[in-house]
């Protein structure tokens, strides 16, 4: 993955980058003999959106995976919010993968799954939060259906935005989110 260089003139010479909220450098993966991803580096700043094009088999589940904590690179380094994922937990903590996989719980609410999610990390006031998200992605008005009963969209939707890490990488095969959705 080739390196953006970064901007010139006067505005950018005066204010600073944001910071890194994703830095990978030379990540390698290897299954036996194949490599799935060879070498990838890149830096990924608080606002900006990172896109992964590819044709199956491509490498690029594997880098998501790779970036959430979930594989351990063959060679290479990831550091999220400045923590090493080699780290392990405290690692994770900081990232969720939203993965085509709804991960959901389809007998659940999506309300109950976000609440889930909340409790999972500790959150003070599971109630609050969950509203909060719902309403964030617009799904609170069937916050109550089962989410075996909600549309792709709107599964995603309540998954993307459970409560949880700051940092959210996802693997969405059939949709780019519009402004609204971000």
Do not use: W
């Not at 959106?49 to 990831?78: E, H, I, M, V």
Request: aromatic letters at 4%.
């Amino acid at each position: 993955m080739p390196s953006v260089p970064p901007a010139t003139g006067s505005s950018a010479a005066r204010s600073s980058p944001p910071p890194a909220v994703v830095e990978a450098e030379g990540l390698v993966r290897t299954f036996g003999t194949r490599k799935a991803v060879d070498g990838v580096s890149f830096t990924l700043r608080q606002g900006e959106c990172l896109a992964l094009f590819g044709p199956n088999g491509a490498g690029k589940t594997t880098l998501l995976r790779l970036l959430a904590g979930l594989l351990a690179p063959t060679a290479g380094s990831c550091r999220v919010a400045g923590v090493a994922l080699r780290e392990g937990r405290a690692a994770r903590a900081l990232v969720g993968l939203v993965s085509h996989a709804s991960m959901l719980y389809g007998a659940l609410s999506a309300r109950e799954n976000v609440e889930f999610a909340a409790r999972m990390y500790g959150l003070p006031d599971v109630a609050a939060a969950a509203q909060r998200a719902l309403t964030t992605m617009r799904v609170a008005d069937r916050a109550d259906a089962p989410v075996r009963a909600l549309s792709r969209g709107l599964q995603q939707r309540a998954r993307a935005e459970r409560p949880g890490p700051d940092s959210k990488i996802g693997e969405r095969r059939d949709h780019v989110p519009g402004p609204k959705e971000r």
